[in-house]
């Protein structure tokens, strides 16, 4: 990865961080410059969002930044679902503590190349409610943007809460190079409609639709090897035909899942060889060659 310098010496007078927006205070514009600065070591951004909740959002967000970090990438983890941050539970870091440095906050590291920020390193106790309104939200994920020091990193992979609320929109507003947004589904038309809505989305913010995966595609019968689309089969990939975005590929139900996910360990790491396995590594090639 090409290096990057900070803010002071950056010789890239095209960077938008360089001057004052004409309405911007001081500490907005000091504030912009330090996101900045941090972004700009990190070569691919993603946000992986989803239309509904419990559609294995969180799931593919995990296992992609693990799979790609086990490529020799080195990798951050951003779990901006500040009222469901499931991430700390699905890698067993829930008793990480996380340590602030001169004011930086450090990320908690998972694996040499994987590094790992959520707002449940923060909550007490994961019983813990946050009950926080737009402004507050904003502030946390400006926070983890400019005050974590990421490093250096080939990807931040950014694990939105569902819909189309104030977080995945303050990032496709701070992010202004965000490679693109992963937008995870089940094949059943109620996740669809919903969607189709976080496409829309895309598109009126302006942010690059990198494309959509069909999660809980059909469930293979351990008894008769056949299988059963629990909730129904290839809907993702005609709607992402419909819509004119890629479509990523299908991770079919496997209970090791779940299994993995309440265990804290990657399942990509666990069962690589499974067929849901095989299909979350043929994503994440995909998306490296990106
Ligand atoms: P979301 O982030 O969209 O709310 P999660 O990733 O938390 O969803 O997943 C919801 C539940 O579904 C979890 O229990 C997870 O282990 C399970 N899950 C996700 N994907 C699959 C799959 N392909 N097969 C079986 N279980 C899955």
Redesign the pocket.
């Known amino acids: 990865m090409e290096e990057k310098k900070e803010c002071s010496t950056c010789k890239d007078d095209s960077c938008s961080a360089k001057t004052r927006k004409p309405k911007e205070s001081e500490k907005e514009y000091l504030e912009r410059q330090k996101i900045s600065s941090r972004m700009c070591q990190i070569d691919k951004k993603f946000m992986v969002l ?1 239309g ?11 296992n992609l930044a693990f799979s790609i970090s086990s490529k020799g990438k080195k990798v951050g983890l951003m779990d901006i ?1 500040i009222h ?1 941050p ?1 991430i700390p539970k ?1 890698l067993n870091l829930e008793k990480s503590a996380v340590m602030v440095e001169n004011n930086t906050i450090i990320p908690v590291q998972f694996s040499p190349n994987l590094k790992v920020m959520s707002i449940g390193f923060f909550l007490r106790h994961t019983d813990d409610a946050v009950i926080w309104r737009g402004p507050l939200k904003i502030s946390l994920i400006k926070q983890f943007l400019g005050d974590v020091d990421w490093g250096k990193l080939d990807y931040l992979i950014i ?1 939105s809460p ?1 819909g189309t609320g104030d977080e995945p929109l303050t990032i496709g507003q701070i992010i202004n190079d965000l490679t693109g947004v992963i937008i ?1 589904t089940t094949p059943q038309d109620l996740a669809l409609l919903d969607v189709r809505k976080s496409i829309t989305f895309c598109r009126q913010v302006g942010i690059p639709v990198t494309g959509v995966i069909e ?3 059909g469930l293979i019968c351990p008894h008769c090897g056949k299988k059963i689309d629990v909730f129904k089969s290839e809907g993702g990939k005609a709607m992402a035909d419909d819509m004119g975005v890629p479509f990523l590929g299908s ?5 090791h ?2 299994e ?3 265990q804290g360990i990657p399942f990509a790491f666990k069962y690589f060889k499974s067929d ?1 396995g095989t299909a979350m590594e043929k994503i994440s090639e995909k998306i490296i060659k990106i």
């Open positions: 989803s509904k909740g419990g559609v294995g959002k969180s799931t593919v967000a995990v679902d469901g499931s699905m694990d569902p995870v999660n809980m595609s991770i079919p139900i496997d209970n899942i779940v993995t996910g309440d849901a």
